[in-house]
T-cell receptor, first 113, second 116 residues
Framework: DGGITQSPKYLFRKEGQNVTLSCEQNLNHDAMYWYRQDPGQGLRLIYYSQIVNDFQKGDIAEGYSVSREKKESFPLTVTSAQKNPTAFYLC????????????FGPGTRLTVL | AQTVTQSQPEMSVQEAETVTLSCTYDTSESDYYLFWYKQPPSRQMILVIRQEAYKQQNATENRFSVNFQKAAKSFSLKISDSQLGDAAMYFCAYRRVGAGSYQLTFGKGTKLSVIP
């Protein structure tokens, strides 16, 4: 089965803690993305990666960090510097061309207690 | 910067009827892509339809079709023979073409309800 998986589905964090969200894909896609979704809002880009060992900031990268050590994996760390981390996080991937469609994972709901 | 506007926060349609969701966008680019994504209660984003700006012909996918008006910067989605499973949030998205143009810009969404 080809697709994008995200884990966990629900995540709770205490204030001041870092937490890492997992995103894995077996679609052989080169590019991967992290988006944040808040109630009543569309998705906003946090980070994206076009190839292994390379990534760029999106519109709202402050308080987040990523790594891309493997083609299949693009984990997102929400750090304590992120002022309002409670949100729904979606990972996506696509082939490398700018003409290619992005496909999304099922998402992770992060709640800060 | 590109912006995408969905002016209808909520809409409803009777089962088996047709509904049109509106989307307008702002860009200075001549070549770009437009998308409609569906987000059901499971919250996974599902691609509904995609339109290349350089193509005159409107895209269609089964019961879903678009009305793409490039000069007016309008990209509406028509759902025919609406089904209960069509109930979801629908997001319009824009993506320009070219080096480094990986970012999707989303509208705020339209919540579609389907009345049995």
């Amino acid at each position: 089965d080809g697709g994008i998986t995200q884990s966990p589905k629900y995540l709770f964090r205490k204030e001041g803690q870092n937490v890492t969200l997992s995103c894995e894909q077996n679609l052989n896609h080169d590019a991967m993305y992290w988006y944040r979704q808040d109630p009543g809002q569309g998705l906003r880009l946090i980070y994206y990666s076009q190839i292994v060992n390379d990534f760029q900031k999106g519109d709202i990268a402050e308080g987040y960090s990523v790594s891309r050590e493997k083609k299949e994996s693009f984990p997102l760390t929400v750090t304590s510097a992120q002022k309002n981390p409670t949100a729904f996080y979606l990972c996506a991937s696509s082939f490398s061309s700018s003409t290619d469609t992005q496909y999304f994972g099922p998402g992770t709901r992060l709640t800060v207690l | 910067a590109q912006t995408v506007t969905q002016s209808q926060p909520e809409m409803s349609v009777q089962e088996a009827e047709t509904v049109t969701l509106s989307c307008t966008y702002d860009t200075s680019e001549s070549d770009y892509y437009l998308f409609w994504y569906k987000q059901p209660p499971s919250r996974q984003m599902i691609l509904v339809i995609r339109q290349e700006a350089y193509k005159q012909q409107n895209a269609t996918e089964n019961r879903f079709s678009v009305n793409f008006q490039k000069a007016a910067k309008s990209f509406s989605l028509k759902i025919s023979d609406s089904q209960l499973g069509d109930a979801a949030m629908y997001f319009c998205a824009y993506r320009r073409v070219g080096a480094g143009s990986y970012q999707l810009t989303f509208g705020k969404g339209t919540k579609l309800s389907v009345i049995p």
